[in-house]
């Protein structure tokens, strides 16, 4: 299925607990609500309790369409001007209309009853197999972006059923506003579950841990639970501060069942293993306090459900405020979508690339999704220059950050902690097959929180102009490009590693220049001469030997993301800096 294809919605699988309507004979998923997505009304004789005699006659197998033109055709404006439109924001979809809806009868339907409908179909939905129900619970407060969402406030119950439970915005309906609409399902938790303890944080690294807990808001025994990083049989690891320390324990599975930290204590649930040591410290440096303060929301995945699979959007929805920079491609603007939601907004120069060839490589690059990749929530390329909408990343560009103050003054841990989630995020290209071909600190940006994102992932080759290209006087990053990339356009995730070296070296010099002082000619030579970058001043030889791991003459010999992951991520790790219950008296 091509871009275009996949922009109107064609090829898209059916979803569950929603009526199909179609397009040109495919079969597309139902929104519940209508609010965005047309919806092609089914006979009253095909719903479900629902009376026959309502139907007065109109049977047949669906009702009879009229096909509303689509805002990509110029050809039949006229005739698309006399239909009335639904409320969608951005027409990009060509419209499916019940020929009633025009043509006053008296089998025709109001739009009350449609309405109504609609809200009998999504309290349909709840009222299923009562052993579908679940129960979430709100760990964060959200405000409604569109008009399908469900805002909520943190601790609020929400009702929903296990097929609701799909995908990253999950149809819910909350307790007690009785309002139903999608949530972000990273934002609750199945009540009573891991997830819904405020001391469990999932799959955060080591590092973030020590990071979180040193935050001066959490006294002495505050604790995080987290999923084990480390390479070993153990699940789950326990964070607990003391005197501004951060220790860590294993937290062991009994072959019997149950968990423990030492053998003399087996817990049935993880929540009564810290129910025990919130009492006593029982082998513990102290008795566990409050759970580490949650201080950040965490970003959800898509900017609404609307926009889940309708990924280009009409610009009207978005509203540019300052410009954040600028760069190969264009500027950048932080901007709001539909006036509340902040982004970023870039802005592609006119005639920088072909919208056709890129419109289908962001069809890709939507559905790349890891924490350490800015998320492309949007595009829009009907008309230039191209939009490309993404989450907003405070602190810009890690080039520039490591130049501030904050920047230049990180422990060893914080440098460490960004080369780490930027290979975990190359890693995740790197098993999807997927080549960034400009990995470079000036295409990484960071968070209020200090986290990095790799951003402009595949952009680079669909450059019209010969910026990329390895030719005398063009604008090639030459300092950041593998030998067999800059010589014979041989772009690979090999050569990716090649120029993460570079950003290893960026992050320990503080955001210095590669290479100073030398042409990029004089790179070129003394690269294929055999000559690499020194070790930087207040650089560790363990690090310094990643950077020429990453900076083999063979390609087929670096190391894969994977690797430089694990190690980037065991850095500081060695078995005995988990400690043992056993070395430390009940306090």
Known sequence: MG??????????PMKTNGYPRMYFNNHVDVDPFGHSRQVMRRPNSYLPNVNPSINNGRGGPMPKLLRQTSALSSNNQQSSQQIPPHSSPSHLVPKLVDIDDIVSTPNS????????????????????????????????????????????RKGDHLETTLSCMKGDWWLAKSKSTGKIGYVPSNYVAELKSIGAEPWYFGNITRLDAEKRLKHPENKDGAFIIRDSQTRTSHKYSLSVKLDNSIRHYRIEEHQKGGF?????????????????HSKAADGLCIKLGEPCVIREQPQTSGLSYETTDKWEIDRKCLTLLNELGRGQFGQVFQGLYNGKTRVAIKTLRKGSMDPKDFLAEAQIMKKMSHPNLVQLFAVCTREEPVYIVTELMSRGALISFLQTDEGKNLPLSGYIQMATQIAAGMSYLEENKYVHRDLAARNILVDDRNVCKIADFGLARFLIETEYEASAGARFPIKWTAPEAANFSKFTVKSDVWSFGIVLYEIITKGGIPYPDMTNAEVLNSIDKGYRMPQPPNCEAKYYGIMLECWHKDPSKRPTFETLHWKLNDY???????REASQFRDL
């Open 572 to 578: 500081f790790t060695c078995d005995e800096q988990y």
């Open 260 to 276: 423990y930290i030492s053998t003399k204590y087996v817990y049935s649930t993880l929540h009564d293993l810290v129910e025990h």
């Open 109 to 152: 339907h109001s739009n009350c009853n449609r309405t109504t409908r609609q809200t009998n179909d999504n309290e349909s939905i709840f009222s299923q197999n009562p052993n579908e129900h679940r129960v979430l619970l709100a760990l964060y407060n959200y405000e409604p972006r569109t008009q399908e969402d469900l805002g909520f």
């Open 3 to 12: 871009a275009f294809g996949s922009c109107l919605g064609v090829g898209r």
